[in-house]
């Protein structure tokens, strides 16, 4: 799906920074910094307006939150992007609403009781994300 679709498909309007945004992170395919995406953006950036769109784009899922070393980056929130931490350990921040997924940050290991089998797991952590904790 393109931008402006996924947009669409989520009901908000096509504003040219969240246009912008969603192109360049699907255009680069990997998480990106706030300065990675500064560079893409250009003369368009404009750091109001960027965190303005990066919360929009979070509440309605259509990207997320990856810390790394101190830095956030931010990721499309498609499947093929997910697919690629391992052990995924979500975390839900109950201030802003986001989901982030934190990477080198696997699951510990754990016993289940005899006789159960594990396929796949995953793991949902609720309370503050670094973002909030900084501009409380
Ligand atoms: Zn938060």
Redesign the pocket.
């Known amino acids: 799906m393109d931008a402006l679709n996924i947009l669409k498909s989520k009901g908000l309007k096509k504003t040219a920074q969240r246009i912008m945004l969603v192109n360049i992170l699907q255009a680069k395919g990997i998480s990106l910094s706030e300065n990675e995406i500064k560079t893409g953006m250009g003369a368009m950036y404009d750091r109001i307006t960027f965190y303005r769109t990066v919360q929009k784009l979070i509440e309605m899922n259509i990207i997320y939150r990856i810390p790394v070393d101190n830095v956030i980056k931010y990721a499309l929130n498609n499947t093929e992007e997910i697919k690629k931490f391992q052990n995924p350990v979500r975390f839900f921040?109950?201030?802003?609403?986001?989901t982030s997924y934190l990477e080198n940050h696997p699951i510990p290991d754990f016993q289940l009781p005899d006789g159960y089998v594990i396929h796949e797991y995953e793991a949902l952590i609720k309370g503050?994300?670094?973002?909030?904790?900084q501009n409380d």
């Open positions: 921040c109950e201030k802003c609403n986001s503050t994300c670094s973002y909030c904790a």
